[in-house]
């Protein structure tokens, strides 16, 4: 019987695994063999330089992935290379299925993270963090966008956001949005129409991606004339969703619309008393490694409390 | 006239640099000058090994700080070495007072820490972090803790959980209590009171702490019938409460009883629109570096969406 488990290893896992590991609750965690498709370390493993990670100036997104396997490791995590395939919360001790073994656990931090959607367009792999991201926020400063012209690809809130973001770095900046209409709320739309240096093509659709190195230019096809053209862009940015990694939970814990697992605001605690949620799985508005880091950390120390209040 | 102003440098403001830099906000950064004592950087500056901050298997307090305020001027970040006085909330541009100069911000983020209450006795400044220590989530774990005789001063819900925290690692754990009742909610009571690791004792203050490199023993007092004594005690815990600094704010952004400053929880909001504040001056729960450092990502995130949305 294992007072914890963690599932996951991108930095929420990594993070609950060290503060977990200073309450002495001897942390096991599982960190996947190619979950949801990808490495175990999560979406940080598909990024290049990372430059906004508490304190390194810039760091490779494989190399931070390893540190922090390294520091769970060091603190006596145990660490399984295999994925989780199914749980079952309904009673205690819980317990989490991998394989053909069944794991119980007291307690259990999700931190799954989610994943970015992809169009699957020819160029996509290979100018993928050469040009090709989906995380404006993330990478949207590096040099290779500055003054050079950008396509984002969506039409809802963070399609939006990420253009207005890319607005500050690029020359400027293309949406293609599918339909003659976005899904964005009014206020984001209008924002987007009344920046100069946004171009919104309509019924438009990605093909291709094109370039030599890095990324140079897009095929882009008008869905209604079918007419296909070619367009300038040294950045493109998808901003189609992400897929939060919930459909291994079969609904055990309450998610939300979007299958994100709904948390108690201002902790980790989700519908399951001692079940706690860390990290992109339950986080689509900030999604970045710190934040995910610093709920990792909160749902080792909800995690010890509550283990401390069953005794 | 200023697009972003960050009061405070902890892990925090420096998080809130990095990312406000990252959208271009050009942010100011008033570090402080001791402000409420304690040298820029904050509280981390007065602990010596920081084994718990993703990804450093181990770091110096101070060197840890360094990196921070290294990261945050490559960043381009502007830092002062100054403390705010006071602020001007209440109509926009906000105004910020340091000394004789008043500058005008369109956001601030408040980032202003919490400081650790001292008692103020004889050795505690020769020992502090040489055994003396105010947070055993932090330091608990340390090898000089480990089956050693640990001593914690309050009577509070935290006192009882530094407690227990502290019986995982020491020998045996004695809790000094001034009155002859604890303030600690009945179920903490319970648990201290029935975990045998524990001696609860009552109208009992500390002295002074005793040693040669490291803390060795304490001298107390019984302040009924004055007699003095003394235990071992390789570690001190000092768990009587934080002052969040709060005090320029003059009460212009909504406090909760402590002085901590409300935030709209899941997000950095305060009760200022345009006012955004994190890291321990808010969060009197998890208070650790890299929780900070999250919540002081958010804030940047915040106030970016926010002017977006004032343009």
Redesign the interface.
Known sequence: MEKLIIIGSG?AG??AA??A????LKPLMFEGFYAAGVAAGGQLTTTTDV??Y????SIGGIE?ME??R??SL?CGARIETKTVDKVDFSTRPFKVFVGDEVHEAQSVIVSTGATAKRMGVPGEEKFWQKGISACA?CD??LPIFRDQPIVVVGGGDVAC?EA??MT??GSRVTMLVRRDEMRASK?MQE?VKNNQKITIMWHTELVEALGEDTLQQVKIVNNQTQEESMIEAKGLFYAIGHTPNTAFLENQVELDASGYIKTQ??TTKTSVEGVFAAGDVQDH??R?A?????????AA?DA??WL??Q?
């Not at 710190?290 to 909160?298: D, E, F, L």
């Open positions: 930095p990594h993070a060290i503060y590991w200073r309450a002495d430059e906004n508490p304190w390194y100036v931070l540190k922090m390294e520091q060091h926020v949207g400063a956001e207005l973001h500050k770095f206020a924002r605001p201002g508005v900030y970045q710190v934040t995910s880091a610093g709920t990792g950390c909160m120390l010890e409390r401390g209040e005794e």
